[in-house]
């Protein structure tokens, strides 16, 4: 079973390139949902042209994944 305080513990390895600091700590997770082991993530990028928007979102994927999440989206909000 896929918990949220695992999920938050895990994308807190993820690092914006740009600033080196976790996106949790960032406060750039919006939302986490969970059910029946898919997640759902709102992430919000630090500006609505973040070059790295791509990177962060397939970051946050593997994270979450090491979980045991059976499917894993992400949506970007601003």
């Known amino acids: 079973m896929v918990e949220k305080s695992r999920v938050m513990n895990s ?3 993820v690092i914006d390139p740009e600033t080196g600091i976790d996106i949790v700590s960032m406060g750039l997770i919006k939302s986490i949902e969970i059910d029946a082991g898919r997640v759902r993530i709102e992430f919000s990028p630090t500006t609505p042209f973040c070059p790295l928007v791509g990177y962060i979102t397939e970051r946050i994927k593997e994270a979450v994944k090491t979980e045991g ?3 894993v ?3 970007v909000v601003l």
């Open 11 to 13: 994308l807190k390895k």
């Open 73 to 75: 989206e992400v949506e």
């Open 69 to 71: 999440a059976k499917e």
